[in-house]
């Protein structure tokens, strides 16, 4: 299971348009765990809604992720919801595989 989960959120109104970014990092004991994670979220990284994207990196046993929208704001904050139960889900049944 992660050790920590760190975020950031940067907001600006401009053109009347929310644009919004959230870094998150979740630190895992092994840096294959994060990988492993990195890869089950491929699937969910495709076919967001217009003006939404998420991009994801692993650095050393972190697993970081993007998110950027300049859309509104409920479905920015159900994707990221989504993401996270899906890194919960896949360190618990890795959890119970090792």
Do not use: C, W
Not at 45 to 73: H, R, Y
Not at 76 to 95: C, F, P
Request: hydrophobic share 40%; proline share 2%; no cysteine.
């Amino acid at each position: 299971m992660h050790n920590y989960l760190k975020y950031r959120i940067i907001s600006n109104k401009t053109d009347m348009k929310k644009n919004i970014e959230i870094d998150i990092s979740v630190k895992f004991r092994k840096k294959s765990t994060a990988v492993i994670i990195a890869k089950s979220l491929d699937p969910d990284n495709k076919d967001f809604p217009e003006g939404l994207t998420m991009n994801q990196s692993v650095e050393n046993n972190v697993l970081k992720i993007k998110f950027k929208s300049n859309n509104v704001v409920e479905t920015l904050l159900n994707t990221v919801d989504e993401v996270l139960a899906m890194i919960d889900m896949t360190s618990k049944t890795l959890e119970k595989v090792e």
